[in-house]
């Protein structure tokens, strides 16, 4: 008995890990505005309510897309940014890859 009991947390425990942990919440966007999921139930895209901050990268209001991951595909900044060597301006449309390296953004004076 205490074998199955055991098999048994081992199986839900392994169900409960195979879901997004990262996924963002859709409580970010703007009620009556349409909000996109992917397949997996994660959100797409959205306009923004209040604006949004994830690893140090602050959005303005406005639109914002996800990828199915969780990580933030682009977006308007809220404020300017350097992310390694690149300066992104404020205001400025900025995007990264699946894996959350940066992809491209508004240069200062541009």
Aim: aromatic share 8%; hydrophobic share 35%.
């Amino acid at each position: 008995m205490n074998f199955k009991m055991i098999l048994l947390f081992l199986s839900l425990a392994l169900v409960a890990g195979s879901f997004n942990a990262y996924a963002v919440d859709p409580s970010i966007c703007k009620s009556g505005v349409n909000v996109a999921l992917h397949g997996n139930g994660s959100l797409k895209s959205c306009e923004l309510k209040d604006g949004y901050e994830a690893n140090s990268i602050r959005c303005n209001q406005g639109s914002a897309s996800f990828y199915d991951n969780g990580n933030l595909e682009s977006c308007m900044l809220a404020r300017s940014t350097t992310i390694g060597e690149n300066k992104c301006d404020q205001v400025g449309l900025i995007s990264f890859y699946p894996d959350g390296k940066l992809k491209s953004c508004m240069k200062p004076g541009n």
